[in-house]
C-alpha cells in the first residue's frame, strides 16, 4: 500500500514529457538496457545530516558510500579518464571557520589526498595525473559557485602547484578540460567583462574565446569534438566543439531534453558518449535546511533540494528516465569509466 501511494505521488508531479515514473525495483527500457554497462555512476548525496558521495552501477543500482565521514561533507565528484582516480570538494569546519577545499582519492574511496585549501570545481587533464581547480575569490567560505579568482594546476606525481598563465581569469566555474588538452571550458560570471559567457580557455597560453552559446555548465564528450551543457534552467542541448575556423567554436546545436517547470543541471557524458545523465529538480533558492548545507540556489554545489538523477540517450532525444528516486539532493553525476586492465 506504501509503495502504491508513492508512485501515485509522484506520478502527481509536473514532469517533462516521456519521463519514466519508477518505484525503486521498477526499471524503464532505457536503464534497463544500462543494466549490463561495466561503467558506473558517482555523485553527491544528502543523507544522514551529511554529504557523501554515492557509486552506483549506471543503472542507479547498487548505491554504496564511498566517503562515510561525518565531520567532512564530500561533494562534486570528477572521475579521471582511465577510471582510477575521483576528484572532490569536502567542506569542513577548521578552527571555527567552514572551508572547503579540493581532494582525490582512489575510485574505491581510499587514499584520500588534500590538493588545496579554499579551492573548488576540480577537473582531471588527459593525462590523468594533473589537475586544474579554481582559489577561492576570498578567505570566507561563499556558497556561490563563481566566487573564485584564477585557475592553477596540481602534478598528482610532484605534488607542486603552478598558476595558470592567463592572470586576468577571475569568476569561473564548472570547468572542464578537453580530451585533447588544448582548451579548458569554464562558465564565467561577472568576470573578465563578461556578464554571463561559456569561455574556450587555452592551457597554455592567454587566448580566451567567447563561444556564444547562452548557459553554463559545460562537459566535453569522451572524444572531444562534442559538448553538453545547459542552454537555460530548463533546457540540456548538445554540440560539435568545431576548430575548423582555427578559433573553438559551437556548431550544431540540438535540444536533448527539456521541461518548462523543473529545471535540469549537472548534464555529464557516459564513457561511451551515447547518454548523458542530469539532475532534475524543483528550482529557485533554498534555504538551510540541516548540517553542511547552504542558502542558495538549489543547483549550487552544498545547497540541499530535493532532486534526483536522470538519463538521456543522446540519439533519441526524449528517451530518459531517472536513475534514482529518494530525492536526497542526488546531484552532480560524473559517470565512472571502467578501469583499463594491466594500466598503473
Request: proline residues 6%.
Amino acid at each position: 500500500m506504501i509503495q502504491a501511494l508513492r508512485v501515485l505521488a509522484l506520478a502527481a508531479m509536473v514532469l517533462p514529457q516521456g519521463f519514466f515514473v519508477r518505484a525503486d525495483d521498477e526499471r524503464g527500457p532505457l536503464v534497463t538496457a544500462l543494466a549490463g554497462s561495466v561503467s558506473g555512476i558517482v555523485h553527491e548525496s544528502y543523507r544522514e545530516n551529511n554529504w557523501e558521495l554515492i557509486h552506483r552501477r549506471a543503472d542507479g543500482s547498487s548505491p554504496r558510500n564511498l566517503t562515510n565521514t561525518p565531520a567532512v561533507h564530500e561533494l562534486y565528484p570528477q572521475a579521471s579518464s582511465d577510471g582510477r582516480l575521483i576528484a572532490f570538494v569536502g567542506d569542513e569546519t577548521i578552527e571555527g571557520k567552514r572551508v572547503r577545499s579540493v581532494f582525490y582519492m582512489n575510485r574505491d574511496g581510499s587514499g584520500r589526498k588534500l590538493v588545496a585549501r579554499n579551492a573548488r570545481q576540480p577537473c582531471w587533464g588527459p593525462d590523468n595525473r594533473t589537475l586544474a581547480y579554481l582559489p577561492g575569490e576570498f578567505d570566507k567560505y561563499s556558497v556561490v559557485d563563481y566566487v573564485t579568482r584564477g585557475l592553477r594546476f596540481y602534478d598528482t606525481f610532484t605534488g607542486k602547484h603552478r598558476d595558470h598563465p592567463n592572470k586576468k581569469l577571475h569568476h569561473l566555474y564548472n570547468i572542464t578540460w578537453s580530451p585533447g588538452g588544448r582548451w579548458i571550458l569554464s562558465t564565467v560570471h561577472g568576470g573578465m567583462g563578461y556578464g554571463h559567457a561559456i569561455l574556450a580557455i587555452a592551457v597554455d597560453g592567454d587566448a580566451v574565446h567567447d563561444l556564444k552559446i547562452s548557459g553554463c555548465r559545460p562537459d566535453f564528450s569522451p572524444d572531444g569534438k562534442r559538448i553538453c551543457w545547459g542552454m537555460s534552467d530548463h533546457v540540456i542541448a548538445v554540440g560539435k566543439f568545431d576548430l575548423g575556423s582555427g578559433s573553438p567554436r559551437i556548431t550544431g546545436v540540438s535540444k536533448v531534453i527539456s521541461d518548462k517547470k523543473l529545471h535540469l543541471y549537472h548534464s555529464d557524458w557516459s564513457p561511451d558518449g551515447r547518454h548523458i545523465s542530469f539532475s532534475l529538480g524543483a528550482g529557485g533558492r533554498v534555504g538551510t535546511n540541516g548540517p553542511g548545507t547552504s542558502r542558495g540556489l538549489a543547483e549550487f554545489v552544498g545547497v540541499r533540494a530535493k532532486w534526483d538523477l536522470c538519463v538521456v540517450e543522446v540519439a533519441s532525444p526524449g528517451r530518459w528516465e531517472r536513475l534514482t528516486g529518494d530525492g536526497l539532493s542526488n546531484k552532480e553525476s560524473e559517470w565512472l569509466p571502467p578501469v583499463k586492465p594491466g594500466k598503473k
